[in-house]
């Protein structure tokens, strides 16, 4: 496969990379707003609740608990302002692999393990902060899904390593 493929690839799967983790971590900045949101479309006073009230419940549940944490502890909503600055500043590292992907396989490698390192991560985080079962399964899915186009990534650079040689 000649190069211009693997380097249009890298580039497409690295662009579509660093907006999903800028646009996840925005998500955290109006976490009270997006918790009442889904609260009335799937909490438990909702049809979606109803059918499925573990998660009706469970949403309901934080989202009275994030106002009621809020109206007493406003500086406790920066720490997802942190959350998202973060998740801004790892997708600026992976601008390294858009740029050079062979000098910077190392940033698609380290984006990797810490997508496996979200599942033991958060089976730990949650017997810890009680989480039920469900909602670990959409924490995980981040990094078994972000997973994939890095996988992706890194087996286009070890192409282009070889065609290079």
Do not use: K
């Amino acid at each position: 496969m000649p190069r211009t493929i693997y380097i249009r690839r890298i580039r497409f799967l690295m662009i579509f990379f660093i907006i999903a983790l800028v646009a996840s971590g925005l998500t955290a900045v109006p976490l009270e707003w997006e918790l009442g949101l889904l609260d009335r479309l799937a909490g438990s006073a909702s049809v979606p609740g109803h059918l499925l009230p573990a998660l009706g419940e469970w949403i309901s549940r934080v989202h009275t608990g994030l106002q009621a944490a809020y109206a007493v502890f406003p500086q406790v909503a920066y720490g997802t302002d942190w959350l998202a600055f973060a998740h801004i500043a790892i997708a600026t590292a992976f601008i390294g692999p858009l740029r050079d992907p062979i000098r910077n396989r190392w940033v698609v490698e380290f984006g990797m393990l810490a997508c496996a390192l979200l599942v033991p991560w958060t089976l730990l985080m949650a017997v810890v902060r009680h989480i039920p079962w469900f909602w670990q399964l959409v924490d995980m899915s981040f990094g078994v899904f972000g997973i994939i186009p890095l996988w992706w990534v890194r087996r286009d650079i070890l192409r282009l390593e070889s065609l290079e040689r």
